[in-house]
């Protein structure tokens, strides 16, 4: 999971490269801690990419390091700084043989963002902790733009307290994959009744044919954005300082007098 960062201008970037890891069973915390500190590494190397990375709630047990780029020459541009920086180059042959210990399999994926699939788009990062993921794919030779059209539109009915930003994979998954990141604050969220008036203007729009002609399936997963794994802007980290830039606990903290091993175990974990 090579740390990579976006100029953080407003709005989503153009480009998003994803590095997808699954844990090898047993070795998750063990592999975030290894993350941690390789993404440690290359911030005191200085002048990388910004790079958020989340981990899984549902679904395989993933972490997905997220690195936005303005054009395709920029991904490359820092890939090959990746090899030709001396500093990098020391911090990929420490860190990166090690992940064979803590991972089972990795996928690189490029996407493009697709602003005319997206759902008010421009919201403040910092202030959410979770992205809900919907993974789809269409059948080849399907608009998408049709199903999205048909969504967004009674969103908008509903009035949705809602922030959806959908990218199109180029490279890297199936044919028609789409990836679609919609912003979590907290998991209340999901208490909240169903909404009449989306509800309804889906049901008016016939979405339910719409979408099963055009999809050929749709995985939805959460993940929980992971503040020591990632690097991002104090713009974005000013907007939940204790959430953002809290510290990993200390392993090595002596136990208070009189804590039980198992608790002391607990505490390490943390």
């Known amino acids: 999971g090579a740390q990579a960062q976006p100029p953080m201008k407003s709005g ?51 972490d ?38 803590y991972v089972q399999e990795s996928r690189f994926i ?30 080849p030779g399907v608009d998408p733009k049709q199903v999205y059209k048909v969504l967004n539109e009674a969103r908008s009915k509903g009035n949705l307290d809602m922030h959806g930003v959908v990218y199109e994979v180029r490279s890297g998954m199936p044919l028609g994959s789409f990836l679609a990141f919609y912003a979590v604050k907290s998991l209340a969220d999901w208490d909240h009744p169903p909404n009449e008036a989306y509800d ?16 050929v399936n749709v995985e939805f997963r959460l993940f929980s954005f992971s503040p020591q794994m990632s690097y991002m802007p104090e713009s974005v980290t000013k907007l939940n300082p204790s959430f953002w830039n809290a510290k990993p606990a200390m392993a090595k903290t002596p136990a208070a007098k009189g804590t039980t091993a198992a608790a002391k175990k607990e505490t390490e974990k943390k």
């Open 12 to 62: 989503p970037p153009k480009i998003l490269e994803i590095i997808r890891e699954d844990s090898k069973p047993g070795k998750s915390i063990a592999h975030r801690q290894h993350e941690a500190a390789w993404t440690q590494a290359f911030i005191q190397a200085g002048g990388i990419p910004y790079s958020l990375v989340m981990s899984s709630v549902t679904g395989p047990d993933q």
């Open 64 to 101: 997905w390091f997220m690195t936005g780029f303005e054009s395709y020459a920029a991904v490359e541009k820092w890939n090959e700084s990746l090899d030709s920086n001396p500093a990098y180059r020391k911090i990929m042959a420490t860190y990166l043989p090690k992940e064979s210990d």
């Open 200 to 215: 309804a203007a889906l049901k008016e729009a016939n979405f339910g044919e719409v979408f099963g002609k055009a999809v």
């Open 110 to 139: 490029l996407a493009d963002y697709r602003p005319d699939l997206s759902f008010r788009p421009d919201f403040e990062l910092g202030a959410y902790k979770y992205f809900s993921v919907a993974i789809v794919r269409f059948h």
